[in-house]
């Protein structure tokens, strides 16, 4: 399947996710990093790095709680897991005009969390790889 990321669920979904980050920050007194702004950092073919973009924009800071809930957001067909298709946007759940991720980099992004090699991130997996 296909993902759109200018579907009407992936702009809810980008909006959700600047939710959790708002509501988080709120409980826990903090912000985004000034100036963190993912899409500058992430210009280029093969720059992306999952661990760096989620100290970069916060989500490793993010409690567990609030990290299923960014996975919840980026799960566009509601089935429980993260799959390729979806990974591929990543980038643009959290602002619109990024770019999507190539081939290799989701392939590595998916790599780094799928910790039972089934091809697909669960909740649980996503949230280690996103805490560690």
């Known amino acids: 399947m296909r993902h759109n990321p200018s579907t009407a669920k992936s702009h809810l979904n980008g909006l959700h996710i600047k939710q959790v980050f708002q509501e988080s920050s709120r409980r826990q007194g903090t912000s985004l990093p000034s100036g963190a702004r ?8 093969n720059s992306f790095d999952c661990k760096k973009f989620f100290m970069t924009c916060g989500l490793s800071k993010k409690s567990a709680e609030d990290i299923r809930k960014v996975f919840r957001a980026i799960d566009d067909d509601d089935s ?6 979806e990974l591929k946007y990543f980038l643009q759940r959290f602002s619109a005009g990024a770019r999507v991720l190539n081939d290799k980099e989701t392939k590595t992004f998916m790599d780094g969390g799928d910790k039972d090699g089934d091809g697909r991130l669960g909740t649980d997996e996503f949230v280690d ?4």
């Not at 429980?80 to 298709?85: L, Q, S, V, W």
């Open 38 to 45: 993912p899409r500058d950092t992430l210009r280029a073919n």
């Open 129 to 132: 790889l996103v805490l560690s």
């Open 80 to 85: 429980g897991f993260i799959e390729e298709d």
